[in-house]
């Protein structure tokens, strides 16, 4: 759904196949989206991370997708013009507010380029 979105296309962003629970996105790292030479801007990392969290909420609700609260990114090493990878899992929803939490990496999954969080505020009365 979110990789659709004029945003995603613009970025090169698709789904994956993922775990049960969770959602994974992929971009392909492309010379439009370098920061710093020979790495990607840290703004479109926590893109593909925001996206992916998104994802994961209209998976889980459908669209429209809930207002965001704040949303915050740990970016734990520069991620190099290849190809990066996403995955969310709802790690809470509430009666108000939905939490997701989210990583990045790009050739090896258990070295993550950074992580994020969102939280997202519920229409009320509509939380489990």
């Not at 439009?32 to 020979?38: A, I, S, T, V, Y």
């Not at 809930?66 to 190809?83: H, Q």
């Not at 995955?87 to 997701?100: C, H």
Request: charged share 25%.
């Amino acid at each position: 759904m979110i990789a659709r979105t004029p945003y995603a296309r613009m970025l090169g962003i698709e789904d994956m196949r993922s775990e049960p629970g969770t959602v994974a996105l992929m971009m392909a790292g492309r010379p439009e989206l370098e920061g710093r030479p020979g790495f990607l801007y840290g703004g479109v990392i926590a893109s593909l991370l925001e996206l992916t969290c998104l994802e994961a909420i209209a998976q889980e609700r459908g669209a429209p997708w809930p207002k965001p609260i704040n949303m915050g990114f740990d970016f734990l090493r520069g991620g190099l013009m290849v190809d990066s990878f996403a995955q969310a899992r709802l790690s809470r929803i509430g009666r108000n507010v939905v939490n997701i939490d989210a990583i990045c990496w790009q050739a090896d999954r258990e070295k993550p380029i950074a992580t994020g969080r969102m939280h997202l505020l519920l229409e009320e009365g509509s939380g489990s």
